[in-house]
């Protein structure tokens, strides 16, 4: 990707690169997702390479509207339509059963596709336009923090790729949830930007979130060691009561003890908000990530609604500093 503005381009610039086979940064709700034509195995596979992603690691399907459910998957259950009904579109991948025309590299694979349909109608205008499916995971390098803004993208993929389309910070700020479905049954296999107590309200209890594996994902982001800064990062309960070096630092829901002497806080909502927290989770990870420090502390989050996605994207950064510590 050249580093100009012509790098940012218009919805039809961007439908017309999809369908060259090209690699699109888009917007979504969520993250930033870097796109390709999700039938087209060559350009799957630029996603792979421009990432640094294992090929073990399947990729979410992006459309732009319901009835072209039958252009991906070759089953969609009665709780499917019950889901997609009531959070589509939005933040929820569903895994399902694919059709032959998605390549297995997109699914590693596996029978099963993600897919959903995000919530950004200039990423839906360009899925419209280019009229195919489009295969987009995280526009960031594999494992590393997920980008919410272009910026984020422009600065952590540089000329790997071809296009940006900018549509403004994400709204959400954290990944997509997602649900396999098999027949009418349902497992959580990543939490996100619809939390298991609105599911289980409309559906009744699900299975049980499955563990991280190191080795066959099912599913995007269940790897022990995802979204991490490259500063280590190390999870508590509490904000410290001391600090023993101003290059620590800090990141909580809400901050009441201010005269504790960081060399960076972030804040991510005053009132206690997590939804707002969510908002601004990656963002102020990266903030943190360039400021020099020697370490991030996270202060865990409560474990309901969102902040139980944003505790799950907390363990697996920390995970990434246990792996260096055994390198």
């Not at 070096?245 to 972030?266: C, P």
Request: charged residues 20%; proline residues 9%; contains cysteine.
């Amino acid at each position: 990707m050249p580093e100009s503005p012509d790098a940012f381009v218009t919805v039809e610039r961007a439908a017309t690169c999809l369908q060259a086979g090209g690699l699109v940064a888009l917007p979504t709700e969520t993250v930033y997702g870097l796109g390709a034509n999700a039938l087209d195995p060559v350009a799957v596979a630029r996603i792979f390479v421009a990432k640094e992603r294992p090929f073990f690691d399947p990729l979410i399907v992006h459309v732009p509207d319901i009835d072209w459910m039958p252009r991906v998957v070759s089953e969609f259950p009665a709780v499917a339509l019950k889901l997609a009904e009531r959070f589509w579109p939005g933040p929820l991948t569903l895994v399902l059963p694919k059709v032959k025309s998605i390549p297995d590299l997109v699914t590693s694979g596996l029978s099963n596709v993600g897919v959903r349909i995000p919530d950004h109608e200039l990423t839906r205008r360009v899925l419209r336009l280019a009229n195919v499916p489009v295969a987009a995971p995280s526009a960031n390098p594999f494992g590393r923090l997920s980008p919410t803004t272009a910026e984020h993208v422009q600065a952590q993929l540089g000329d790997r790729i071809d296009a940006i389309l900018d549509g403004g910070p994400c709204r959400v700020g954290i990944e997509s949830t997602i649900l396999q479905i098999v027949d009418n049954g349902v497992t959580l296999l990543r939490p996100g930007g619809i939390s298991l107590e609105e599911i289980e309200a409309l559906i009744g209890s699900v299975h049980h979130p499955v563990s991280p594996s190191s080795e066959s994902p099912i599913a995007p982001g269940m790897l022990e060691s995802h979204y991490a800064p490259l500063t280590p990062l190390t999870i508590v309960d509490h904000v410290p009561s001391s600090v023993e070096s101003g290059r620590m630092g800090l990141l909580v829901l809400r901050n009441d003890m201010r005269s504790l002497r960081f060399g960076q806080l972030e804040e991510l909502s005053q009132t206690g908000d997590l939804v707002i927290a969510a908002a601004n989770f990656f963002q102020a990870l990266h903030r943190l990530d360039a400021a020099g420090l020697d370490e991030i502390i996270a202060v865990r989050f409560p474990d309901i609604g969102l902040g139980r996605a944003l505790n799950d994207r907390l363990k697996r950064a920390e995970h990434r500093r246990s792996d260096r510590s055994s390198c």
